[in-house]
């Protein structure tokens, strides 16, 4: 890669953004998405289970992705990708997991990409952000506007942070959720799909 970041201050400073912290996301009425038994006992199952040894790969595997497929599920017109490369320019990032709306074509391609996903390992969040910022900024070229709102999500799986690039503007919600509060999380999950899918309806 031409440039080297260390930190999310060098993303916005290279690509001349503007960082702001607020709560963009106003969970106070966010709807509880009802959350059914069997999906609570496959995540407490999880965590049950869950060792030191694979916990990185485990928590992406059966934490993480059964969240994000659960909520997909509600929003079949979007598409969910995994480790897809995106390149634009001298760029080429990979976010763990992309959220696109769906090509014309029928073809399940990267069209539109609205939300992104980025696994911090051991709450390295600081690093899990400028990850997210970059990959937000090569979203946003290949959609070819910045009016288009790229959602980030930065999380260890226990843990979840939520971003949003819009125009030149980085908004950073300064409210984390955790997993003791899993339906809260699995609601904030919906809106933000559902906001992306405000874009695909137009």
């Known amino acids: 890669m031409p440039h ?13 953004l503007h960082y702001n912290i ?23 199952f999880a965590l049950l289970h869950r ?18 497929k659960e ?19 001298d760029l080429i990032v990979i976010p763990d997991y992309l959220v696109t ?19 911090k390992k051991k709450e390295k969040f600081e690093e899990g952000w400028m990850q997210a910022l970059l990959q937000a900024v090569v979203c ?24 949003k690039l819009e125009n030149q503007l980085f908004t950073k919600h300064p409210v984390p959720v955790s997993l003791q509060h899993l339906e809260e999380l699995l609601g904030i999950l919906e809106v933000l799909f559902s906001e992306c899918e405000k874009v695909v309806l137009g």
């Open 51 to 68: 060792g030191e040894d694979d916990k990185e790969a485990f928590t992406a595997e059966f934490i993480i992705v059964p969240f994000l």
């Open 101 to 119: 709306s769906p090509d014309p074509s029928g073809y399940k391609i990267v069209h539109k990409p609205l939300l992104l996903t980025v696994e």
């Open 140 to 163: 946003q070229k290949l959609n070819g506007t910045t009016d288009i709102p790229i959602f980030s999500i930065v999380t260890t799986g226990d843990f979840w942070q939520f971003g």
């Open 4 to 16: 080297s970041f260390n930190s999310p201050k060098d993303v916005i400073a290279h690509y001349h």
């Open 22 to 44: 607020a709560e963009f996301i106003d969970f106070a009425p966010n709807p509880v998405v009802k959350m059914s038994d069997w999906f609570k006992e496959e995540i407490r």
């Open 71 to 89: 909520v997909w599920k509600h929003h079949p017109q979007l598409n969910l990708f995994s480790h897809v490369p995106l390149k634009v320019e």
